[in-house]
């Protein structure tokens, strides 16, 4: 099976919206072991979208598009998509009541007419639910070009596409592939170029398949195969190859499995940001099962703030100054003291693009964890603009707890 992707919207193209759709399916096809081969990003305009289609099938047998499927004169994908594989559309009358029965929730009066063109499904085809929204996902096997082609049409709303996609989508194509494939992986606390090329070496004496996304928090890794245990010897070939900080198998979320590790251990969590801003506890928050152990977060961006929250002494300030591995440690200390947590992490550093020295420069950062007193502070040299610096310094922190909660000093207290 080959996938290629179509996503569709102007505001993309413009860059008043980003592209969250492809970065949240990229990651499931991978965890899927069906990596995209190909991603087309198309304004609202027929013509454009029916070069994408036919580009897109030189590569693929299998095309997902998400947009254009709501009821405004701008949401032309599913007719362009009926024109194109000559298809033709047919009412729907479940979704014509439950179009209706969405319109009379959200508004008063007479359902329009526009709405409705919601309910139409291509000839011989299937819905895929969408329990939060009115547009349906919409999916058809066709014959194009003589190759037997499957097509998925998702709707554009993040909040609608996501859970479409893990609970039906994902689903189906591993359903429909050629052959049982098995596939595990795990998070490598690393760069791609680090983890890929080792990891491919080491496994292509078997029939495994190797995928890899890369991402701010390291890079996740999935072999594939269709026996089950040359997938687990892949499994732990690669794993005994890296060098770096690995995850578990089954595990590709450094802040959700903090979560469990901490959850497990009776351990609380809160966090002191200068440069993040807010980053770190945005993270943990945004993870189901954080305020089991989140006890919560201190923006501590003026030095003023750092002293009389954190109780960072004045002469770590003056001496070594914020930016500094002595003022990070402190703020990691006194976080755990102001917010009465267990463990915590600090950052403060420079995210640019003013405000760097030739002693201190841009992307300076200093990060520290501190678990029941026991302590560990990096120093980070970081590249990029301001978000990366401040995104890659919230992952960094973390990845500092993992290390000192896996630590046998942490260990043996524990």
């Not at 032309?76 to 594989?85: E, I, M, Q």
């Not at 007419?113 to 895929?128: D, E, S, W």
Request: charged fraction near 20%.
């Amino acid at each position: 099976m080959s996938v290629a992707v179509i996503c569709t919207g102007t505001e993309l193209l413009k860059g008043s919206a980003v592209n969250t759709n492809m970065a949240f399916l990229g990651k499931e096809l991978c965890a899927a072991g069906i990596p995209a081969a190909l991603e087309i990003t198309v304004g609202d305009h027929p013509s454009e979208l029916v070069e994408a289609i036919a580009d897109a099938l030189k590569l693929a047998d299998t095309l997902i598009i998400s947009g254009g499927l709501g009821p405004t004169t701008d949401d032309l994908t599913l007719d362009v998509v009926s024109r194109f594989f000559a298809v033709p559309l047919e009412e729907n009358s479940e979704l014509k009541e439950k179009v209706q029965t969405f319109w009379n929730f959200h508004h008063p009066g007479r359902c329009p007419k526009n709405q409705f063109r919601q309910a139409r499904v291509p000839a011989g085809g299937f819905i895929l639910p969408n329990p939060v929204g009115s547009a349906s996902g919409l999916g058809f096997e066709t014959v194009y070009d003589g190759t037997l082609r499957k097509i998925f049409l998702l709707p554009g709303p993040p909040r609608e596409f996501e859970p479409m996609v893990k609970d039906f989508l994902i689903p189906q194509l591993c359903d429909s592939r050629s052959g049982e494939l098995i596939t595990a992986g795990f998070l490598c606390c690393a760069g791609e170029s680090m983890v890929f090329p080792p990891v491919e070496k080491a496994v292509a004496h078997l029939p495994v398949e190797v995928a890899c996304a890369a991402g701010a928090g390291g890079t996740r890794i999935f072999l594939s195969g269709t026996e089950k245990a040359v997938v687990d010897e892949a499994i732990s070939i690669a794993r005994n190859t890296l060098e770096c900080t690995i995850l578990p198998v089954g595990e590709f979320d450094l802040a959700e499995y903090l979560i469990k590790l901490l959850k497990n251990s009776s351990l609380t969590f809160g966090c002191a940001e200068s440069c993040t801003g807010g980053l770190v506890a945005n993270r943990m928050v945004t993870i189901p099962g954080a305020s089991d152990i989140f006890s919560g977060g201190i923006i501590a961006y003026a030095n003023s703030v750092k002293n009389r929250l954190l109780n960072v002494s004045q002469e770590i300030l003056d001496t070594c100054g914020a930016v500094s591995a002595e003022c990070a440690e402190a703020m990691a200390l006194g976080c755990c003291q102001a917010l009465d947590c267990n463990c915590s992490v600090s950052t403060t550093g420079i995210a640019g693009p003013g405000g760097g020295t030739p002693e201190k420069p841009v992307g300076l950062v200093y990060v520290s964890a501190c678990v029941n007193g026991v302590t560990a502070t990096r120093e980070l040299r970081l590249r990029g603009d301001r978000r990366a610096i401040r995104e890659r310094s919230v992952e960094c922190a973390l990845l500092l707890l993992y290390n000192l909660l896996e630590s046998p000093e942490v260990q043996n207290r524990c």
